[in-house]
């Protein structure tokens, strides 16, 4: 927008404030992101980069995965779990979930005794400036080219 008179003014704020009102592209960007980051660095990691190492698998079933599915890691068998991750966005939120039937099993925080909890999704100082970074970043470019 180009400054010509002192109407101009207000109205780019208004443009700018209704920016500010649909974040859409941002969320769809976090929503990838977040699918990346639990999908992939935590299983990666096993848990520890949420702050939730996960436990090793019992030797009866680390013996017996190893004959049915070698070289598989923790909570991978064929990778549905992993590869479950979903979100849905809208022009203010975010929603992430996995769709595997079992994934709330390991997610859950009641009491157990069989299945030990291991989170896959939480979210972590670093997860939530990721997030900040992705928004801020959003709302510079949208601003900028309004008043360019």
């Not at 009641?110 to 939530?128: D, N």
Request: proline content about 5%.
């Amino acid at each position: 927008m180009r400054i010509t008179d002192g109407q101009d003014i207000p109205r780019m704020l208004d443009q700018i404030g209704a920016d500010v009102k649909d974040l859409r592209g941002a969320m769809q960007d976090v929503g990838e992101s977040a699918k990346l980051f639990f999908g992939g660095q935590v299983f990666a990691s096993r848990g520890g980069v949420i702050g939730e190492p996960w436990q090793r698998l019992s030797p009866d079933y680390a013996a017996w995965k190893a004959k049915k599915y070698p070289g598989r890691p923790v909570l991978i068998r064929r990778g549905l779990m992993q590869r479950s991750f979903h979100y849905r966005s809208t022009p203010m939120s975010v929603t992430i979930s996995n769709s595997a039937p079992y994934f709330k099993y390991h997610q859950s925080d009641e009491e157990r005794s069989v299945i030990p909890r291991r989170v896959m999704l939480k979210m972590t100082s670093q997860f939530h400036d990721d997030v900040v970074g992705i928004i801020a970043n959003s709302l510079i470019r949208r601003i900028k080219s309004r008043i360019v």
